[in-house]
């Protein structure tokens, strides 16, 4: 095939396609046995779409006549779809380290929260910055999550809890959306907490009332693009009934229901949000078998949080009850102040450990299934014909030494590639054994 290229890999010892057949998703046996090809190669074209994906000779042979802006050898080494954080609240100002201190005293995280910290301890340091002072470090922590793999991330505001700090986070995320290579698919977390001197049910009139209006003006002038709406649903902070009218008002503005839900106590979460058609629901470590069964019914993704379970000692989500029921099991990092994690590679080696989930489920879960969870999965999440050439390349003959090496991702991977364009190579990547 003639004509001119923008990337061609070649000669991969493993190419994981995770996705051969146009699968929306993985489930059950489809996440436990991953496509693989060997000594492969593919073509990305200049649009940044896959154009070609096979055996490396029958690839040599179709593009014996085309050129390529360029080509990367890599014998040896496996190659990857990009990764994807279904979960992150990445735009914030003021550290919470003081806070880790205190948790491992045994202070609990709604203790923190009672006694003026949490969410409200980062949401003053928030209200205070600048726009330019919170692009400049969101800037730095999307480079880090996109050195690690991440080629799609989720990203949430809800550190503002008022209007004006809502949409100053939400300019910021969008101005990265526009002038960064890493994918984003922007949330508006409003709902995050109860905002002081406040009752929830004010909260929610003012969300609905005042906060989504606008948000659908700007998204109209072009100002804003937001993709998904969220609530922390949960005892103390918004009730079934408040999460209810907040989804739904969102969902009616066309925001797809992504929400934290059934994290410290069982609030019926998974259940509100299969019957309000949501997207995904994240967290639930406290979700209820029902819930479990009608997530699986709708195809809600669950967005499981293994460093969130891990750093605030919670019990662990049930990976394997959902895979066994058909839940579509993705994976976010829950970067955040208060589980402060930018690796993917370490979020899934947490979820084998921890979770029981298989190598590759996990990898499904960081990939297709977590496209999915933010309705990106018809182009992103897996290596096939069409979809954006978002892709990672790892210098180690099997793939799975990715998730193995735990924190060794800075060492195995070699290059990360955004719609055929080199964004990052490790020139000191290392050899894995």
């Known amino acids: 095939m003639a004509g001119r290229h923008r990337l061609l890999l070649e000669n991969a010892q493993q190419l994981v396609l995770v996705c051969a057949r146009g699968e929306e998703y993985l489930r059950r046996q489809d996440a436990a046995s991953l496509a693989v090809l060997r000594d492969a190669s593919l073509v990305v074209g200049l649009d940044g779409c896959i154009k070609a994906v096979g055996q490396a000779d029958v690839i040599r042979n179709q593009f014996s ?17 990009g990764l994807v954080d279904a979960h992150t609240h990445p735009v914030w100002a003021g550290d919470r380290v003081h806070e880790f201190a205190m948790k491992l005293t045994g202070a609990s995280y709604m203790e923190i929260h009672e006694a003026g910290g949490g969410i ?6 928030t209200r205070k910055a600048t726009e330019e002072e919170l692009f400049s470090t969101f800037k730095h922590r999307l480079e880090r999550m996109l050195r690690a793999g991440s080629t799609l991330v989720e990203c949430k505001s809800g550190y503002g809890l008022n209007l004006e700090t809502e949409l100053k986070m939400l300019r910021v995320i969008e101005r990265a959306k526009q002038s960064m290579d890493i994918g984003i698919s922007a949330t508006y977390c409003g709902a995050h907490s109860v905002p002081k ?6 909260a929610t009139d003012d969300i609905i009332n005042n906060h989504l209006p606008k948000l659908k003006e ?23 009934e408040s999460t209810r009218r907040i989804l739904q008002a969102g969902k009616d503005i066309g925001l797809q229901i992504n929400f934290h839900g059934d994290e410290l106590h069982p609030m019926k979460s998974a259940e509100l ?76 080696h947490l979820a084998c450990v921890n979770m029981k989930m298989s190598m590759n489920e996990a990898l499904a879960a960081a990939t297709i299934n977590a496209a999915y969870s933010l309705g990106k999965s018809d182009t992103h999440g897996s290596i096939e014909m069409g979809k954006q050439g978002d892709l990672v390349i790892i210098n180690s003959s099997r793939w799975e030494h990715l998730i193995y090496q735990f924190g060794g991702h800075e060492a195995l991977i070699n290059y990360v590639i955004v719609k055929g364009k080199v964004v990052y190579q490790n020139e000191r990547c290392e050899t894995s054994y």
């Open 120 to 125: 409200h301890f980062t949401v003053e340091h």
């Open 273 to 348: 949000g299969a019957e309000l058609g949501a997207r995904a629901i994240s967290h639930l470590e406290e979700v209820s078998d029902e819930g479990i069964r009608a997530m699986a019914r709708a195809r809600c993704a669950a967005v499981l949080l293994p460093t969130t379970a891990y750093m605030l000692r919670l019990k662990q989500p049930q990976a394997r009850k959902m895979l066994e029921e058909g839940v579509i099991v993705a994976l976010g990092s829950d970067f955040n102040p208060n589980a402060y994690c930018f690796s993917m590679p370490m979020v899934m």
């Open 65 to 81: 006549g085309a050129t390529f802006e360029r080509i990367i050898d890599c014998s040896g080494k496996c190659v990857l779809p």
């Open 197 to 202: 001197g406040r009752t929830a049910a004010e």
């Open 218 to 240: 700007l998204k109209l002038t072009g100002e804003i693009h937001v993709n998904n709406i969220d609530v922390f649903c949960e005892k103390g902070v918004f009730d079934l």
